[in-house]
T-cell receptor, first 115, second 111 residues
């Protein structure tokens, strides 16, 4: 196990609602990255947080937002949910601001279904 | 064009077979390369990093060709437990903070 935890494991929402997903990073890691993985696709980078600041963002609209807390845990918030937001949301922790070694340790993910 | 492209498979091979996966990437500034493994409905896990000189880890060999922007993974003596999706991953530095994943190649090893 990586030591990265995510909650909840599964979630069902309806279009237009808002959702908050949570992630606790591995002990000693100060960087958290969030990815969206649609069925049959590889994970797509949403954004990364390093020491409570956003540290890079992928091609996702502003309704995807996040936070990182002093203990390096993180939240992903999605407003105005759309059907296409249905996916597995993965949180990954790493030790450096840019994940210098490249290795990121993934949590088990939150499976979001939007109806 | 996707930044990282892989053949989605599936590759169906018998136990003991040798199988090779290929991957191409479009960003010539990419600096780091990896293969991740993802089991069905699980999170991705690092299988191995890929170095310019090529590297081996037991039954797994990874190669990088920077001139052709091509990465490969060779699995020898396939085991049933190798059945998974193999994700080609690129990290482009400086400036990019993210891992860029291919869509994955699915491997099914059959008894």
């Amino acid at each position: 196990e990586t030591g990265v935890t995510q909650s909840p494991t599964h979630l069902i929402k309806t279009r237009g609602q808002q959702v908050t997903l949570r992630c606790s990073s591995q002990s000693g890691h100060n960087t958290v990255s969030w990815y969206q993985q649609a069925l049959g696709q590889g994970p797509q980078f949403i954004f990364q947080y390093y020491r409570e600041e956003e540290n890079g963002r992928g091609n996702f609209p502003p309704r995807f937002s996040g936070l990182q807390f002093p203990n390096y845990s993180s939240e992903l918030n999605v407003n105005a949910l759309e059907l296409d937001d249905s996916a597995l949301y993965l949180c990954a922790s790493s030790g450096g601001g840019s994940g210098s070694s490249g290795e990121q340790f993934f949590g088990p993910g939150t499976r979001l279904t939007v109806l | 064009r996707k930044e990282v492209e892989q053949d989605p498979g599936p590759f169906n091979v018998p136990e003991g077979a040798t199988v090779a996966f290929n991957c191409t990437y479009s960003n010539s500034a990419s600096q780091s390369f990896f293969w991740y493994r993802q089991d069905c409905r699980k999170e991705p896990k690092l299988l191995m990093s890929v170095y310019s000189s090529g590297n081996e880890d037991g039954r797994f060999t990874a190669q990088l060709n920077r001139a052709s922007q091509y990465i490969s993974l060779l699995i020898r003596d396939s085991k049933l437990s190798d059945s998974a999706t193999y994700l080609c991953v690129v990290k482009s530095d400086p400036g990019r903070r993210a891992l860029t994943f291919g869509s994955g190649t699915r491997l099914q090893v059959q008894p």
